[in-house]
């Protein structure tokens, strides 16, 4: 790729990312964080969304088992081109605008979802509805990372990325009461059209968003970038605090003005990161997807509870993910990320080999899927949220968006793969189905938890332009 319309000015790029580097968390951080948070929580919401109609259309649409887990896995073939074609065309040109572009998708194929006639129709508004889901998520954490100052970048990015837990959270409790207030029958397709709301944030997200600084000088537009930088320092002036002198990059460091090879994951520098970050998004959400999808139904189906009570219950995992998110976000930067990665694969292996005791000794009823999932969800969720802010770390602005899409990629076509595979298993015997699935998660956990041992690095407090080299 080329770098087009680049400026001729005296400004230093170095100092231009020194001065971003210095700058506490503002108004105007707030403002971006609240936009991309609003593309994150409809990305939990659509992921637990189709969970919670599936109570009803399981029956509404006359669909088994095995095309109920294709149902749940459809979006994520879309989510997986999405986010592999819109990490590169956000290295060309910018976050901003492929983000907003990738929230109008979303929102227009989400109003085809709720008015879906049978299954072939839902599937394949399923599927187009995934184009604008995959994109938005990546693009949003690199942009985000790239404004936050490497000492506060893990408690601030993750605790944006814990929209994903409200999502988990509020979602079951907006079913619940959709179908409370309107009736099932109709209720499933309202669910679906609440995930329209998106092409409201579109539009707040082209006007209110700024361009990420590091994507400007990135592409030589040094003033354009400098612009933003003093936008920032302008909120943080309003509201009454002195800013510090900008202070040097970490020795050889600089700011400097590179083309994009999209090749250049598999250079010798990068090409370990690469493998690390694509077998993490693999692992970790072909687990988390391979249940979460499938919860509320299987607590109506195998468990033999009421849709409300079904419903209620994946609301209260939803709870503690939030409470996780928060207690990840406050340890991340004394903690670091290899170490908390490392220790929430071991309990989502543990978690797993409990639900395979479980099932063979008392039987797969809900409690024992209530506390299996509950073990994997808090094992999971920290390295679910936290990939974002360390792929951003782990690759340099030319390539972030990019890196963090083929990983993220790789998490969608994970996340299409498991509920189909589970589906298929309780097709076949409800009873061992789970078990064979809970023995599968636990291989899953190992490979992943190898990988963070192997080839996993610390990146807490470090500024980007130094992890990047």
């Known amino acids: 790729m080329s770098i087009e319309n680049v400026e001729t000015t005296d400004i230093d790029p170095d100092k231009v990312v020194a001065r971003l580097e210095r700058i506490p968390f503002s108004r105007l951080h707030l403002r971006s964080a609240a936009i991309l948070g609003g593309g994150t929580f409809f990305d939990s919401y659509d992921a637990v969304a189709i969970g919670t109609a599936l109570t009803v259309v399981f029956t509404a649409l006359h669909i088994g088992f095995a095309n109920t887990g294709f149902l749940i896995g459809a979006a994520y073939i879309g989510q997986f081109i999405g986010a592999v074609i819109a990490g590169a065309l956000a290295e060309s040109y910018g976050r901003k605008a492929i983000f907003a572009l990738s929230l109008i998708i979303f929102g227009v194929f989400s109003v085809g979802t709720a008015i879906a006639w049978n299954f072939q129709s839902l599937l394949i508004f399923r599927v187009l509805q995934g184009l604008g889901l995959g994109a938005e998520i990546p693009i949003a954490g690199a942009l985000l990372n790239e404004i936050i100052p490497g000492k506060k970048r893990g408690v601030i990015s993750i605790s944006y990325q814990n929209m994903f837990g409200w999502g988990n959270f509020l979602t079951p409790l907006i079913g619940a009461a959709v179908f409370a207030l309107i009736g099932p029958h109709l209720g499933w397709r309202i669910i679906f059209l609440i995930g329209a709301l998106p092409l409201v944030l579109a539009v707040f997200a082209y006007v209110c968003l700024q361009e990420s600084p590091r994507w400007l000088i990135d592409h030589g537009k040094v003033a354009a970038a400098d612009k933003v930088v003093t936008q920032f320092e302008q909120s943080v002036a309003r509201s009454g605090v002195d800013l510090p002198a900008p202070a040097q990059l970490p020795g050889a460091v600089h700011a400097e003005v590179k083309r994009t090879n999209l090749a250049e994951l598999f250079s010798p520098v990068y090409r370990s990161r690469t493998l ?63 170490r908390y990665f490392i220790g929430s694969f071991i309990l989502v292996a543990v978690g797993a080999v409990f639900g395979v005791l479980g099932s063979r000794l008392i039987g797969p009823g809900w409690p024992i899927l209530f506390a299996t999932t509950l073990i994997l969800g808090i094992g999971t969720y920290p390295i679910n949220i936290g990939l974002y802010l360390y792929s951003s770390e782990l690759f340099p602005t030319r390539m972030r968006s990019w890196a963090t899409g083929t990983g993220s990629g790789l998490q969608r076509l994970a996340s299409a793969i498991a509920p189909s595979i589970v589906g298929i298993l309780v097709a076949r015997n409800i009873h061992t189905g789970i078990e064979n699935v809970f023995g599968i998660f636990v291989v899953i956990a190992i490979i992943g938890l190898l990988s963070v041992s192997l080839l996993g690095r610390e990146t807490q407090a470090k500024v980007l332009e130094e992890l990047a080299a």
């Open 276 to 338: 690390l970050i694509w077998i993490m998004f693999a692992t970790t959400y072909f687990i988390t997807y391979g249940y979460s999808g499938w919860l509320p139904t299987l607590y109506v189906q195998i468990g033999g509870l009421p849709i409300t009570q079904s419903l209620l219950l994946t609301a209260v995992s939803g709870a503690v993910m939030v409470v996780n998110g928060y207690v990840f976000a406050n340890l991340v930067d004394k903690v670091g990320r290899r």
